[in-house]
């Protein structure tokens, strides 16, 4: 079945350990997001790419980066986590951008635990 | 700035019918989506609308009224699987989508 998968399904870290999340998808779309989901609030966009091309959200921590080697894979690295950054972590596809019916694919999610 | 709200929690009851109501204030409109979170699992998508009126889909249903922004999601014959949180995301002017909070739903035998 074409998905979004996300490893691993719980991560824990160390304050201040790197730590890499993964998601890869086999929808062939144009469009990976990242969102970082804390406790019964809403998702926050971290950042996304449009086929090759890196947007930053405004407000994301430069201790945030992300990659994107082909168009299946994509990874979120943290760089030295704090406790703050405990939270779900989401990859999400779409086909396009910038039409407004287009809906998110989302994967099962990484829930980080800094300790 | 941009605003969503919804109730943060509701409860009801096996067999019964609930409302979830969301409001929003942004800047334009280009879409309301409803997405239904279980408990530690990624959002999954229930709803797209963007012209008004009711659209229908199984058990589910959602209403769009843009004069008043404002957006239900209808849930008939309530389930003990339909206990999760609902999101509901607005599409601005600029096709960013911008995230309520979400509202837990408890249903009880």
């Known amino acids: 079945d074409a998905m979004v998968i996300q490893n691993p399904r719980y991560q824990v870290t160390q304050f201040g350990k790197p730590v890499t999340l993964s998601c890869s998808q086999t929808l062939n779309h144009n469009v990976m997001y990242w969102y970082q989901q804390k406790s019964s609030q809403a998702p926050k966009l971290l950042f996304h790419?449009?086929?090759?091309?890196?947007?930053n959200e405004a407000d994301t921590p430069d201790n945030f980066q992300s990659r994107r080697p082909n168009t299946s894979f994509c990874f979120l690295d943290i760089r030295s986590p704090g406790l703050g950054d405990t939270a779900m972590y989401l990859c999400a596809t779409s086909r396009d951008r910038g039409q407004g019916n287009e809906k998110l694919f989302f994967g099962s999610g990484t829930q980080l635990s800094v300790l | 700035g941009q605003n969503i709200d919804q109730p943060t929690e509701m409860t009801a009851t096996e067999g019964a019918i609930v409302q979830i109501n969301c409001t929003y204030q942004?800047?334009?409109?280009?879409?309301l989506f409803w997405y239904q979170q279980h408990a530690g699992e990624a959002p999954t998508f229930l709803s797209y609308n963007v012209l008004d009126g009711l659209e229908e889909k199984g058990r589910f249903s959602s209403f769009l009224s843009r004069s008043k922004g404002y957006s239900y999601l209808l849930l008939k014959e309530l389930q003990m699987k339909d206990s999760a949180s609902y999101l509901c995301?607005?599409?601005?002017?600029?096709?960013?989508?911008?995230w309520g909070a979400g509202t837990k739903l408890i249903i009880k035998p």
């Open positions: 790419y449009y086929d090759k091309d890196f947007n």
């Open positions: 995301a607005v599409i601005d002017s600029n096709y960013q989508l911008i």
């Open positions: 942004t800047s334009g409109f280009n879409g």
